[in-house]
């Protein structure tokens, strides 16, 4: 039997409607772990290395906003990292799911909890027998806020009996950082979707060639 490994990652926060935020999002990255994925991250590691940045954590979010480490990186040098983060996501089987709700239409944090909670379920239940196949479904995520925790442990807690919940730094696993990747990706689709910003060839500048 097999088992998986899940890496969880969210956009957005639970307070009220703001048109800048418009939509709260969870990443479920799916990784089996008899897929070995050693190689890919020692490539990636190693190109990361030759840029002079070793243990870089990627943070997909300030490196399109150009905040945090990432200030004083020209456009250019900010794009080779994604696509070399880009490029690793490619290398490894793994599959996600994102589930996303637009605030403007929840009431508050119960609603907004409560919709993701059962899109989760739908999702779990439409791939019931292969969670079911697995000896252990290993939850990764950095507690970065409560609401996600409470509601992956009463989803994954109450429907597949062997989970297991990890707290991860984001830094240790690359595939916590792919999970971030398209978090971050699937938002600037949705806002594009949605009209949110005029212009949003400006917002993938950092990322042309994606």
Do not use: W
Not at 124 to 146: E, R, W
Not at 167 to 195: R, W
């Amino acid at each position: 039997m097999k088992e998986l490994s899940v890496f969880i990652d969210e956009s957005g926060d639970f307070g009220e409607y703001d048109p800048k935020s418009p939509f709260y999002i969870i990443t479920m990255l799916f990784h089996d772990q008899s897929h070995p994925i050693t190689d890919a991250i020692t490539k990636l590691n190693q190109e990361l290395s030759y840029m002079e940045l070793d243990g870089l954590c990627i943070h997909t979010g300030p490196i399109i906003r150009r905040e945090e480490i990432y200030e004083y990186m020209d456009v250019e040098e900010r794009r080779r990292i994604l696509n070399k983060l880009v490029a690793f996501f490619r290398q490894v089987d793994v599959n996600y799911k994102c589930v996303s709700i637009e605030k403007k239409h929840v009431d508050d944090v119960i609603q907004s909890t409560a919709q993701l909670s059962k899109k989760m379920s739908l999702f779990i239940h439409a791939h019931y027998n292969d969670f079911l196949s697995c000896s252990a479904v290993k939850i990764y995520y950095d507690n970065g806020q409560v609401e996600v925790s409470r509601i992956l442990a009463s989803v994954f807690s109450a429907l597949i009996p062997s989970s297991e919940f990890k707290k991860v730094m984001p830094g240790d696993y690359k595939l916590f950082q792919v999970a971030d990747l398209i978090c971050s990706m699937e938002l600037l689709q949705l806002k594009i979707d949605n009209t949110c910003f005029p212009n949003p060839k400006s917002y993938f500048s950092v990322v042309n060639g994606i």
